[in-house]
Nanobody
Framework: VQLQASGGGLVQAGGSLRFSCAAS????????MGWFRQAPGKERKFVAG????????FYTNGLEGRFTISRDNDKNTVYLQMNSLKPEDTDAYYC???????????????????WGQGTLVTVSS
């Protein structure tokens, strides 16, 4: 099972980026998918999650409205659209799949079973 994240890069403040996370080796259409972020030396933190059918989403405080999580189950891919980026959004971002809890959108690292590699976003001021 692999989660392959892409879409990071350098962007100016106010700009936008879209991450993609393509899953292989398993069909994730019934599983919750999430995005986390992590700064060097810091704990990995929840950003957004989406349930298997895509009807429910959940965001960490303050991000809804700027960030949008979505998924295309036909492509086994989850996305994170990030708009109005700020320098404090600079981090490595990780996608994850939670396969144990059905429709529950967990916010803890332990709620997720598979992880992609980090993709780095640098937002310049």
């Amino acid at each position: 099972v692999q989660l392959q994240a892409s879409g990071g890069g350098l962007v100016q403040a106010g700009g936008s980026l879209r991450f993609s996370c393509a899953a292989s080796g398993r069909t994730f259409s019934s599983d919750t998918m999430g995005w986390f972020r992590q700064a060097p030396g810091k704990e990995r933190k929840f950003v957004a999650g989406i349930n298997g059918r895509g009807g429910r989403t959940f965001y960490t405080n303050g991000l809804e409205g700027r960030f949008t999580i979505s998924r295309d189950n036909d492509k086994n891919t989850v996305y994170l659209q990030m708009n109005s980026l700020k320098p404090e959004d600079t981090d490595a971002y990780y996608c994850a799949a939670g396969v144990r809890y059905g429709d529950y959108i967990g916010t803890e690292i332990s709620d997720y079973d598979y992880w992609g590699q980090g993709t780095l976003v640098t937002v310049s001021s």
